[in-house]
């Protein structure tokens, strides 16, 4: 079963959505906010695809922190903002294959949907 996780207002999170459900794949969708962060998901996560590529530093949640919580970040820090703050998680993260997929770039999108057709 694919896993996606996000944000229900997410516009981004409804496109992976879409994509999924254009595939026939059946899937679940996990609202970080709502349904909170797992600590081990989130560990696994700092693992691979790693922190840099979590954390999503374009989001009004990393705008609205202050300059010295997003100073000299390392992955301990990091690891504390996204565990503390899940709206900092890039979004979405879909979990099904060999590695979560994080993002909708085109090249995260064409994964998704390979990854939704099977």
Same mark, same amino acid.
């Given at each position: ?17 879409? #994509?999924? /459900? ?24 700092l693992e691979s695809p790693g922190w840099e590529a979590l954390l999503n ?5 990393? =705008?609205?922190?202050p300059e010295a919580e997003k100073a000299d970040l390392d992955a301990a ?6 565990? =503390? ?5 890039? =979004? ?6 060999? /590695?979560?997929?994080?993002? #909708?770039?085109?090249? /995260? ?5 390979? #990854?939704?057709?099977?």
């Amino acid at each position: 079963m694919i896993v996606i996780y996000g944000l229900k207002n997410c516009d981004i999170c409804r496109k992976a959505v879409k #994509l999924v /459900q254009a595939g026939g794949r059946p899937y679940r969708f996990h609202d970080l906010r709502a349904d909170g962060l797992p600590a081990a998901r989130l560990a696994a996560w700092l693992e691979s695809p790693g922190w840099e590529a979590l954390l999503n530093r374009r989001s009004t949640t990393w =705008r609205g922190l202050p300059e010295a919580e997003k100073a000299d970040l390392d992955a301990a820090r990091a690891a504390d903002l996204l565990a =503390r703050h899940p709206a900092l998680i890039k =979004r979405p993260v879909v979990e099904g294959g060999d /590695q979560p997929i994080v993002g #909708l770039a085109p090249p /995260q999108e064409a994964a998704l949907k390979a #990854l939704a057709a099977g």
